[in-house]
Nanobody
């Protein structure tokens, strides 16, 4: 299992970023996938899930309406579109195989929201 996140960076409050997660080494299209994050000095926090077909999605309440999870099974890629970013969204973001971030994760991509 290999998961490689990208797309993080430094963004001002109110800005947007799109994270990507390239998956390989397993049959991507049959698995739930998820995003989790870890803010400095805090534990791992689940952010969002998507089912295998991409037609059911679930979100942490504090990101609902701002973040959108999606996937392209033909490209073995998971996405997280993040809009109206807030300083509290600053964290290392990981994609994970399976729901709730419980499966194998990638190395993460850093998102920093600051003016």
């Amino acid at each position: 299992v290999q998961l490689v996140e990208s797309g993080g960076g430094l963004v001002q409050p109110g800005g947007s970023l799109r994270l990507s997660c390239a998956a390989s080494g397993f049959t991507f299209s049959i698995y739930y996938m998820s995003w989790v994050r870890q803010a400095p000095g805090k534990g791992l926090e689940w952010v969002s899930d998507i089912n295998s077909g991409g037609d059911s999605t679930y979100y942490l309440d504090t990101v609902k309406g701002r973040f959108t999870i999606s996937r392209d099974n033909a490209k073995n890629t998971l996405y997280l579109q993040m809009n109206n970013l807030k300083p509290d969204d600053t964290a290392l973001y990981y994609c994970a195989r399976g729901p709730r971030g419980l499966g194998p994760r990638g190395q993460g991509t850093q998102v920093t929201v600051s003016s």
